[in-house]
């Protein structure tokens, strides 16, 4: 049984650039969170290009496998890709992504960026996927701990996005979990994990009886840290899987 909830807030930006959604075909869920990033509307665009595009195929032809999740997250950079050039935007138009698969006995996702996935099981941290970002190679090379990335001057510098030209795939595909009751997961952009600490985030999860309740009680966390910071646009999808029906 999956539950799930979503939110996209512009923050205190004028503009919303993120984009959040979610698509199911024949019991597989598809879940989509982007980041935009660029000028003039162009990150915007970029964000929902990219994530409708890859909803639309779900439904249409999708499911939760690697294959499917490589194929389609390929494609939609080349549409974003061949859409700069027919707009005259090169450059104009990029964008984070992460996305999960949910179908079959299996749990697939993959991420660009430093939109981030979260995965919970019985209600503890297990993992979460690693910022393509300045600050996250230096956590790697022990320059700097992982929770100096929240407050550090290169945050925002990103080492892969969506929409410039890649010679090899630059996405990180994570190996597939298992199916299992009692996990969650948290697909969120960097405007909301800025405010929203691994602690937080678990120790709201813990007295969350949906994922509805869990979203909102993080939003709360994020609001009280980050508002009259100017903080940025932020989205987050709560997803929630409990053992299936016989």
């Keep these: 049984m999956l539950t799930y909830e979503m939110?996209?807030?512009?923050?205190?930006?004028?503009?919303?650039?993120?984009?959040?959604?979610a698509a199911s075909r024949g019991g597989a869920y598809c879940f989509v969170l982007a980041d935009g990033l660029g000028g003039h509307g162009g990150g915007a665009d970029a964000s929902r290009l990219v994530g409708e595009f890859i909803l639309e195929d779900f439904k249409e032809r999708g499911e939760a496998s690697e294959a499917y999740l490589k194929k389609v997250i390929e494609e939609s950079q080349s549409r974003l890709m061949?859409?700069?050039?027919?707009?005259?935007?090169?450059?104009?138009?990029?964008?984070?992504?992460?996305?999960?698969?949910?179908?079959?006995?299996?749990?697939?996702?993959?991420?660009?960026?430093?939109?981030?996935?979260?995965?919970?099981?019985?209600?503890?941290?297990?993992?979460?996927?690693?910022?393509?970002?300045?600050?996250?190679?230096?956590?790697?090379?022990?320059?700097?701990k992982e929770e100096e990335?929240?407050?550090?001057?290169?945050?925002?510098r990103l080492l892969r996005v969506m929409g410039v030209e890649w010679e090899l795939p630059r996405y990180k595909l994570e190996e597939p979990v298992e199916y299992a009751k009692n996990a969650a997961f948290l697909l969120c952009s960097d405007g909301f994990w800025e405010w929203v600490d691994e602690k937080a985030m678990q120790g709201t999860l813990k007295k969350s009886k949906s994922p509805k309740e869990w979203l909102r009680k993080m939003e709360e966390e994020a609001l009280k840290n980050g508002t009259g910071k100017g903080m940025d646009n932020y989205s987050a999808i709560a997803v929630f899987l409990e053992e299936k029906e016989a």
């Design 82 to 144: 061949e859409e700069q050039l027919a707009r005259d935007r090169v450059n104009e138009m990029k964008t984070t992504l992460v996305v999960l698969l949910c179908g079959g006995e299996s749990l697939q996702w993959a991420h660009v960026g430093d939109s981030r996935l979260y995965y919970f099981k019985s209600r503890k941290l297990k993992k979460r996927t690693l910022d393509h970002s300045v600050p996250q190679m230096l956590v790697a090379a022990g320059e700097i």
């Design 7 to 21: 939110l996209s807030k512009p923050g205190e930006r004028d503009h919303n650039e993120d984009y959040a959604g």
């Design 149 to 156: 990335i929240r407050r550090h001057a290169d945050r925002n």
